[in-house]
């Protein structure tokens, strides 16, 4: 079963115009961590935001915030007031404390590219 | 402040021939991941090293990939007998570590050596 879901392969928004980027995930684990990620064409992966599944309050950085509804299993990223140079693949990535032994290693979806109209 | 850097960032090669790939963790960070990623997907999980001891591998890194921090600081993965099906971006990643599985310890990624296999 996929881990984690990005069902939008790619978005269009207008520049200064909000856009959310949907995410669900699929774990037992009670204890999590739920990252975004931004790739532009160059290739790096930029770290944006990160919610912890203990985490009370959705949290937020800048113009990210991430929608967190645990019940749901879904961390959607909202950026407000795009810009330009937001254009790029967008990732959502999981770490399970206690998955298989694992160590921490990030669990990616597909992506969504997004792209910012002028 | 420098960030987790990877050498080369391109490398074309023919199949059957050995590549090895170099990454430097941000310096103060024990952690260090290898992930690959196919165009058109999320990175996937090769390995990671706490320190020099490579504590996990994916079933993604067959034999003839061999990966090593032989003092704890920058890293090498090897690709021997490459195949068409190696060409991917090899993705470098590094955490502090220290924390919880289920906390933070973001995973800070570099360029990415970019491979093709002909």
């Known amino acids: 079963a996929q881990k984690i879901t990005q069902t939008q392969p790619g978005m269009f928004v207008q520049e200064k115009e909000a856009v959310t980027l949907d995410c669900t995930y699929d774990t037992s684990d009670p204890s999590y961590g739920l990252f975004w990620y931004k790739q532009p064409s160059s290739g790096e992966m930029i770290f944006l935001i990160y919610q912890g599944s203990y985490d009370q309050q959705n949290a937020t950085e800048g113009r990210y915030s991430l929608n967190f509804q645990k019940a749901r299993k879904s961390a959607n990223l909202v950026i407000s007031a795009s810009q330009l140079g937001d254009s790029a693949m967008y990732f959502c990535?999981?770490?399970?404390?206690?998955?298989?032994?694992?160590?921490?290693?990030?669990?990616f979806g597909k992506g969504t590219k997004l792209s910012v109209k002028p | 402040d420098t960030g987790v850097s990877q050498d080369p960032r391109h490398k074309i090669t023919k199949r059957g021939q050995n590549v090895t790939f170099r990454c430097d963790p941000i310096s103060e960070h024990n952690r260090l991941y290898w992930y690959r990623q196919t165009l058109g997907q999320g990175p996937e999980f090769l390995t990671y090293?706490?320190?020099?001891?490579?504590?996990?591998k994916s079933r993604l890194l067959s034999d003839r990939f061999s990966a090593e921090r032989p003092k704890g600081s920058f890293s090498t993965l090897e690709i021997q007998r490459t195949e068409q099906g190696d060409s991917a971006m090899y993705l470098c990643?590094?955490?502090?570590?220290?924390?919880?599985?289920?906390?933070?310890?973001?995973?800070?990624f570099g360029p990415g050596t970019r491979l093709t296999v002909l």
């Open positions: 990643a590094s955490s502090l570590g220290g924390q919880s599985l289920g906390g933070t310890d973001t995973q800070y």
């Open positions: 090293f706490q320190n020099e001891a490579q504590l996990e």
């Open positions: 990535a999981m770490r399970e404390a206690n998955y298989g032994g694992s160590q921490g290693n990030l669990i």
